[in-house]
């Protein structure tokens, strides 16, 4: 017990500083989950990850789910968690993005209105930071590229043991895509679909009926490619294929970025960390996975201008894993 609040103690006193401490930093406050997992297994060791729309999240043990009333669901909720007293909740949205395009502009806004607000990154997704003290919320919003924003908002946030717990969950949201979420709707897609192992790259990936493997040439081989798949009249292709060398998460993002790129970020699937972007040059979704040895192990989804194959793509993405 005393460990235990030990932590919870230096966790308040680092959320305690509040946003406008952290504001005084010129550099971007980053907030990830390898830095607290250790401290948030001690603090709940029946923590768990929930997946809520796109993102997963760090549940303490304490927090339930409340059912949403078909009212709360149209006004744009994803999730209500509280604790069985009642004295803590955990509330997840989405909102539109009105008036304002990027989060430096939502973040001035938001101070404007007398909130303190800050541009984070949380594990490599860029998010807004902001305190309510009329609500008595810690908040933090992501803007999704549909210019909609998904705010997971945190009360009380003026108890130091909830304004602990808060930070341990801010610092825990990923990115997710989870088979076991969308493997229902890949059924009724393609009911002769399956898990296919891909060469040796140690991974598995839903494969719809309709994808045939190609074959591949001397060169191919040679240029990377590993696997090609697509239907019997060309009309999409999946291709997985290595390249580059000394990459990583953070790097891939950046090298997209100097490309370009401004939607590429960092993702968790299957418990697998990748880098998603949309190469709209190549009319592809791209999921890359840094290898080892500096390489990058990259699935191709072509063409994701096409809606109904880009669906396609996004389940067979959600379903990549490790080999069994």
């Known amino acids: 017990m005393k460990k235990l609040l030990a932590i919870l103690l230096t966790l308040a006193v680092m959320c305690s500083f509040g946003v406008s401490a952290l504001a005084a930093d010129t550099e971007t406050t980053t907030f990830t989950w390898e830095a607290v997992q250790k401290d948030a297994a001690e603090v709940d060791k029946d923590g768990q990850f929930a997946q809520i729309g796109t993102f997963g999240i760090w549940i ?16 744009g909720y994803l ?23 990027n989060l430096d502009d939502l973040a001035k806004q938001y101070n404007e209105a007398g909130m303190e607000a800050e541009v984070v990154n949380v594990n490599g997704l860029p998010a807004l930071l902001f305190t309510n003290a009329e609500s008595d919320t810690i908040n933090v919003s992501f803007l999704e590229s549909d210019d909609t924003t998904v705010t997971f908002s945190f009360y009380p946030y003026s108890d130091e043991n909830v304004a602990a717990l808060s930070y341990l969950m801010i610092s825990s949201i990923q990115r997710c895509l989870f ?47 590993i696997c090609y798949l697509a239907p019997v009249d060309d009309s999409a292709s999946v291709n997985i294929f290595t390249w580059g060398e000394d990459m990583d998460l953070v790097g891939l993002v950046k090298y997209y970025a100097g490309n370009g790129v401004e939607d590429a970020e960092i993702v968790v699937i299957n418990g697998i960390k990748a880098v998603m972007a949309g190469d709209e040059e190549n009319d592809c979704i791209v999921i890359d996975y840094p290898m080892e040895d500096g390489s990058v192990l990259e699935f191709s989804f072509c063409p994701a201008s096409d809606e109904d194959f880009a669906q396609v793509a996004l389940l067979m993405a959600s379903s990549i894993q490790e080999a069994k």
């Open 179 to 225: 088979w076991e979420t969308v493997k229902d709707a890949a059924a009724q897609v393609d009911k002769d679909g399956k898990l296919v192992k891909i060469a040796d790259t140690g991974l598995a990936m839903w494969v719809p009926s309709v994808m045939v493997e190609g074959e591949l040439t001397e060169e191919d081989v040679n240029n990377g490619s």
């Open 60 to 75: 303490p043990s304490i927090y339930t789910a409340a059912d949403l009333t078909e009212e709360r669901i149209e006004q």
């Open 79 to 101: 999730a209500n968690l509280v604790t069985k007293d009642l004295s803590s909740a955990v509330m997840a949205f989405t909102d539109t993005a009105d008036g304002w395009s």
